[in-house]
Nanobody
Framework: QVQLVESGGGLVQAGGSLRLSCAAS????????MGWYRQNPGKQREMVAV???????NYTDPVKGRFTISRDNAKNTVYLQMNSLKPEDTAVYYC?????????????????WGQGTLVTVTS
């Protein structure tokens, strides 16, 4: 079993910064892509940023130049540095990972989601 646990959300004024962290734990063999998604009530969950196991990144256009995704493979952790925050960035942010899990005697690939962390940006 694998868990993703997010931290770092909170309340911030427009123009401020927050750093989200997401740590994976469990019977992990390796982690392929990891990413951050966000969702508001009544809306679809959208991709914010993703990072491959080799460090390649992709961002949704509204956050380009303001957000930076990174990962520490030794710690099985992914980060999202959010700068110049805007009220429209307000959402619940979810961590996602494509994890290769040890299921003896084999390894299985599973997609795992964190529980979400709320980011609120006030004007």
């Amino acid at each position: 079993q694998v868990q993703l646990v997010e931290s770092g959300g909170g309340l911030v004024q427009a123009g401020g910064s927050l750093r989200l962290s997401c740590a994976a734990s469990g019977s992990i063999f390796s982690i392929n892509a990891m990413g951050w998604y966000r969702q508001n009530p009544g809306k679809q969950r959208e991709m914010v940023a993703v990072i491959s196991s080799s460090g390649g990144t992709n961002y949704t256009d509204p956050v380009k130049g303001r957000f930076t995704i990174s990962r520490d493979n030794a710690k099985n952790t992914v980060y999202l540095q959010m700068n110049s925050l805007k009220p429209e960035d307000t959402a619940v942010y979810y961590c996602n990972g494509l994890v290769r899990v040890i299921t003896f005697p084999t390894v299985s690939a599973v997609e795992v989601w964190g529980q979400g962390t709320l980011v609120t940006v006030t004007s």
